[in-house]
């Protein structure tokens, strides 16, 4: 007979897990969340532009209504987490502007701005000389560019801290340890076994472990499809001149800015404390978060082509972290084939993006038992797992 729990015990405390931890106390469930380090993960790593327009892939229309929608809360959520917390979470209505280097770039960037038209996406073309109106420390070469005003940004450790602190103010139980094995009793998922020796048994288990979700030992093979390591290394400089603009001068930069160099995209972040983050490689290096000297190299390089002032500015720090990357990049958001086990994790680019909607549309399924509708494109079994015979 399955070992009975009570409540939802959330494995993972990145803003994933939290966020899940958070909105699920709020609908008066009883929560745990274990993890060795809560506030950790991608996010300490990760720019945090949200860009659920300038992201877009052809063939990810359902990836964008979910972008969308969790674009669309930020400006609640992050005003909700500071107001219980007192913690801002960086949170920036900046826009974001993408913009051509060369001729190709320029071609692709009209082919994107027709598929926004086609979608009814804010998107506005502009020339070079725009682009350089808005922002002037731009190389003179830009050939043109989209100006997106509802891509905006969050700091992600800011947002972290936030979320922690208002898991704890709901009355989610964070338990620092690390989970060791799934139970599974009677074909139902009901505990896991932890680092400290202790056993913890709950209704429904929400796996949020980022890349490493499909690690876990005793999650029976063919429940998840695997969620893979990619590895994203991030720059870290200072803009001693960020806020000259209350001054009457001129900010370094003013919004995110993103392009394509070399066939690699590259963006740049700037805050309003003067940081400016410059991500990310994309490597498929397994769990290797070494932060290497070519990856250092392109990203200045490619950077400097796009804005060339930049190599002034102070290096201040460099990361890499690793994204959670399902099969096809789309996140996986449900219940799994194995009953009592819940998935949100594979978020891959958009977990920073997808955490408002991600915690929303799991607390929904977790009060009531019924998958919203939003999430059902991203259901965990569709690519065909399940719990073998």
Known sequence: ???????????????????????????????????????????????????PVTELQYGEEPLLRLGMASNERYAAFAAELSALT?????????????VALDSDDRAELRELHA?????????????????????????PGVRGGLHVTDDHQVDGRRLSAALVR?????????????????LVEDGRATGVRLSTGETRYAEQIVLAAGSRSHLLPGLPEGVLPPVRPVKGQVLRLHMPDALLAVQGGTPFLSRNVRAVVRGQHIYLVPRADGELVIGATTEEQGYDTTVTAGGVYELLRDAH?????????PL????????????????LLGPSALPGLVAATGHYRNGVLLTPVTADLLADYLATGVTPELAAPFSPSRFGTKVPA
């Open 1 to 51: 007979m399955a070992r009975s729990g009570t409540g939802v015990l959330v494995i993972g405390g990145g803003i994933i897990g939290l966020g899940v931890a958070w909105r699920s106390a709020q609908r008066g469930l009883a929560v745990t969340v274990v993890d060795p380090a809560h506030g950790g993960g991608a996010a300490q790593v990760a720019a945090g532009m949200l860009a």
């Open 86 to 98: 007192g913690l801002d979470t960086g949170y920036r209505q900046t826009g974001t502007l993408a």
């Open 115 to 139: 598929f926004h038209q086609r979608l009814g996406l804010d998107s506005h073309w502009l020339t070079g000389r725009e682009c350089r109106k808005l922002e002037p420390m731009l190389a």
């Open 166 to 182: 208002a898991c704890e103010l709901a009355g989610a139980r964070l338990h620092r340890a690390e989970a060791t094995e799934l």
């Open 305 to 313: 082509e796009l804005v060339p002032g930049l190599t002034e500015l």
């Open 316 to 331: 201040v720090e460099t990361n890499a972290g690793l994204r959670p990357g399902s099969p096809d990049n789309a996140p």
